[in-house]
Each structure stands twice: as C-alpha cells, then as structure tokens.
C-alpha cells in the first residue's frame, strides 16, 4: 500500500505494509537510525518521535498511522534553531552517557522547551517521564533541559 506523509518537512510516498512499525519504517526504508528499539512496547522512550507536532512513541504505531501526517524525527529536529540549542545544552551539562536515550529524551525535550519552556522542575520531569535512561541519575538530562529552557526565552 502506498502511504504518504510529510518526514521531517519533506514529503514522501513509501509502498510498504501498512501494519509495519512506524520505527521499522524510519529505521529501515528511510535510513534514519536516531529512534532506537529498545522495550518494542513503547514503555522506554527510545524511538520518539514527533507525529504531527506530538511525542509518540513508534515502536507501537503502524506506517498507516502516519498517513497524511507529519513525522519529525530526532534528525530532522536537530536541524532547527532550537534543535542545535537544545543539543549543545546535552553537551554542555554532560548529560549523555551512552547514547542509546538520548533520541527519545531530545525529541520529548524538544517538544517541552517549543511548547511549555517553563524553567519548571516538576513540568520536566512530567514532560520526560515517558523516557527511561539506565546510565544516569536523570539529573543532568533535567539540567540541560532547564538550561535549554533558560536559553531559549
């Protein structure tokens, strides 16, 4: 089945099984690695994605799903102004450690500094609790998104 939708602003018509995971989609006919499986129940966060401007996670959605939407992937995003941001405050405060979270935790901390961006303790916690990260304590990932949050205003 053809299915249409715009991936990270750009629109594209794939042929593929409609009941194929969306992260299967990305990852294997769209080459974009970011989204990451972990869980497959879309408990951990790792393959977030942005549908139509909101964090969902892949993992548990089909290709249909996606069909005259909008898919921004964590490729995509950190392409744009607050994207760059949002990375370079990652780095600063030293808040990746393997690698495997950060996607999903950049996507969902995107998505909280583009709509809230309340310097907001509580509301991070909230807005990244979908994400779990098994190297750290959180509390830098928390700080690089109030930085970001500061940065961005």
């Given at each position: 089945?053809?299915?249409?939708?715009?991936?990270?602003?750009?629109?594209?018509?794939?042929?593929?099984?409609?009941?194929?995971?969306?992260?299967?989609?990305?990852?294997?006919?769209?080459?974009?690695?970011?989204?990451?499986?972990?869980c497959g129940e879309g408990e951990?966060?790792?393959?977030?994605?942005?549908?139509?401007?909101?964090?969902?996670?892949?993992?548990?959605?089909?290709?249909?799903?996606?069909?005259?939407?909008?898919?921004?992937?964590?490729?995509?995003?950190?392409?744009?102004?607050?994207?760059?941001?949002?990375?370079?405050?990652?780095?600063?405060?030293?808040?990746?450690?393997?690698?495997?979270?950060?996607?999903?935790?950049f996507v969902s901390s995107y998505?909280?500094?583009?709509?809230?961006?309340?310097?907001?303790?509580?509301?991070?916690?909230?807005?990244?609790?979908?994400?779990?990260?098994?190297?750290?304590?959180?509390?830098?990932?928390?700080?690089?998104?109030?930085?970001?949050?500061?940065?961005?205003?």
């Amino acid at each position: 089945m053809k299915i249409s939708f715009t991936l990270n602003k750009e629109k594209v018509t794939i042929d593929v099984d409609p009941m194929k995971r969306l992260l299967d989609v990305l990852r294997e006919d769209f080459n974009l690695l970011g989204a990451k499986e972990s869980c497959g129940e879309g408990e951990c966060g790792a393959c977030t994605v942005l549908l139509n401007g909101k964090p969902v996670t892949s993992c548990i959605l089909n290709a249909i799903h996606a069909e005259g939407k909008e898919v921004e992937t964590v490729e995509g995003i950190s392409k744009t102004k607050l994207g760059k941001l949002i990375m370079d405050c990652f780095d600063e405060t030293n808040a990746v450690q393997c690698g495997f979270c950060f996607p999903g935790f950049f996507v969902s901390s995107y998505y909280y500094v583009k709509t809230d961006g309340e310097k907001d303790l509580m509301k991070i916690k909230r807005a990244l609790s979908g994400n779990i990260c098994r190297c750290t304590g959180y509390e830098k990932i928390f700080d690089s998104v109030m930085l970001a949050c500061e940065r961005s205003n």
